[in-house]
């Protein structure tokens, strides 16, 4: 019997996750059910949420667990009831989540095989490559669901934190295609010259976590946009980031938080000037855990071919791969991942 590589862990590890990983070997399943598709992964992205799931911090994991969220694989066996949807040899994006249906538990994808049901593959353009493929969940469909729905257009301003990362970059995009500004926070002089020169902009902010800073950054933002209020923003930092973000959001204000890249897992909240005195509403907000589970296929479906749309277009294209790394350096590809002012995505290859 065939086996394939895995990248496990059989109990979390909140204090040093990556270790909780070790690389297994599996057999590949030489029969499949009806309903279930048989993939070879090509390459998958390491995300800042495969750590939390080795933190125990993650709904849905049972162990022992696979890991990885996303990856862009092909097509080898289809089930008697699939053959007219799929087909081997056909591009499919792979979610560990499942994209469609309501999914419970979570199916990693760091392996060489992975048998999957059709709610968790979403077949990929022509004219869409890899790289973007493989980023379709994570950095592009989430940023266009928040732009959704907030109910984004011509004449809004959304603040965002980690606005040098790839979701960042796809938001700035994104408001090009839909005529919203963003304004944006990141955490180095260099990575704000990159995305004025980039994208033609100057609503880009430094923010360093010092008090001095924040100080700086509430005036600086002032000062460019005058009185218009920012009523929408989406916090992936947490901690006193979160805390400037509540500083700038302006009255009847929505902000998301979605992420601790801090890993500061509170926001200091005053619940009366805050929220009561200016009726601003504070979420919690993960597509996985939220929006998944509650958007019908039928939406999902939509948003995804009008995503496929403009990236075919290329009004949103996701940035390139930054590091890439075999499957077997797994453990050095999840700390690059985690490293400040990394550029591009982590991708492990599997071949």
């Known amino acids: 019997m065939d086996t394939g590589r895995e990248v496990i862990y059989q109990q979390f590890n909140d204090e040093d996750p990556v270790a909780a990983f070790e690389l297994s070997e599996a057999p590949v399943p030489e029969n499949i059910g009806a309903r279930e598709v048989l993939v070879r ?11 939390l799931c080795a933190r125990g911090l993650v709904n849905g994991v049972e162990l022992p667990a696979v890991g990885g969220l996303e990856a862009l694989g092909v097509v080898e066996k289809v089930g008697a009831e699939l053959e007219s949807r799929f087909a081997p040899g056909q591009r499919v994006h792979v979610s560990g989540t499942h994209i ?4 419970a538990i979570w199916q990693g994808v760091w392996r060489d095989y992975t048998v999957c049901p059709p709610e968790a593959l979403v077949p990929v353009p022509n004219d869409v490559p890899d790289e973007a493929a493989a980023q379709l969940f994570v950095n592009v469909l989430t940023p266009f ?4 729905e ?4 011509p004449g809004d301003f959304l603040l965002q934190t980690a606005a040098g990362s790839v979701l960042g970059q796809v938001m700035i995009q994104l408001g090009e295609v ?19 020169d980039r994208y033609g902009i100057d609503t880009v902010f ?16 002032r000062e460019r946009l005058g009185a218009t209020p920012i009523r929408f923003a989406i916090e992936a930092v947490s901690g006193q980031t979160g805390r400037l973000c509540l500083d700038l959001l302006g009255p009847d204000g929505l902000i998301y938080f979605y992420g601790v890249l801090s890993g500061d897992l509170t926001v200091p909240v005053d619940v009366v000037a805050d929220l009561c005195m200016n009726d601003n509403t504070v979420k919690g907000w993960s597509i996985q855990e939220i929006w998944l589970r509650k958007a019908s296929d039928e939406v999902k479906q939509r948003f995804i071919d009008e995503l496929w749309k403009l990236m075919i277009e290329g009004r949103v294209v996701p940035p390139p791969i930054g590091e890439t790394y075999p499957l077997e350096r797994f453990e050095e590809a999840m ?13 492990l290859t599997l071949g």
């Open 335 to 347: 700390i690059a991942s985690s490293r400040v002012g990394k550029v591009g995505k982590v991708m």
């Open 100 to 103: 469609f249906g309501s999914w």
């Open 206 to 221: 430094v923010y360093d976590g010092s008090e001095a800073s924040a100080e700086a950054t509430r005036n600086d933002v």
């Open 178 to 196: 839909f005529g919203f500004t963003t304004v944006n926070l990141v955490r180095r002089e260099a990575t704000a010259r990159q995305l004025r």
């Open 145 to 148: 669901v928040m732009v959704k």
């Open 41 to 51: 992964i090509r390459c998958a992205l390491v995300h800042p949420c495969d750590v």
């Open 150 to 153: 907030m109910g984004l257009g």
